[in-house]
């Protein structure tokens, strides 16, 4: 069973940036697509993110397209998502999320079987 645990987050002002991680114990987490979604409070969890097996491609929500970017290093079971220019509205908690899939199957949360316990980012104005 696949366990996943971020890191990262913080506190930081607008304009910002943060470095989350998202590190996998066990063999299968390179041979899934892997996505980061993210949960303000009294808001529904939203995607954010999300790569392939291969890391070939990389899909996102339009309004981190150009600030935000995930990478994943197979060699060390590891997704990154390097976000920068952050705002006051990317405050929320993050989370990894493991595909039920190789490919990049959809936004929707029930494609996705493995879950994070998340990181808090918070972003000041």
């Known amino acids: 069973q696949v366990q996943l645990v971020e890191s990262g987050g913080g506190l930081v002002q607008a304009g910002g940036s943060l470095s989350l991680s998202c590190v996998a114990s066990?063999?299968?987490?390179?041979?899934?697509?892997v996505a980061w979604f993210r949960q303000a409070p009294g808001n529904e969890r939203e995607f954010v993110t999300a790569i392939n097996w291969s890391g070939g491609n990389t899909y996102y929500l339009e309004s981190v397209k150009d600030r935000f970017t995930i990478s994943r290093d197979k060699a060390k079971n590891t997704v990154h998502l390097q976000m920068n220019g952050l705002k006051p509205e990317d405050t929320a908690v993050y989370y990894c999320a493991q595909s039920r899939t190789t490919y990049y199957n959809g936004r929707r949360s029930e494609y996705y079987d493995v879950w994070g316990q998340g990181t808090q980012v918070t972003v000041s104005s």
């Open positions: 066990g063999r299968t987490f390179n041979d899934y697509a």
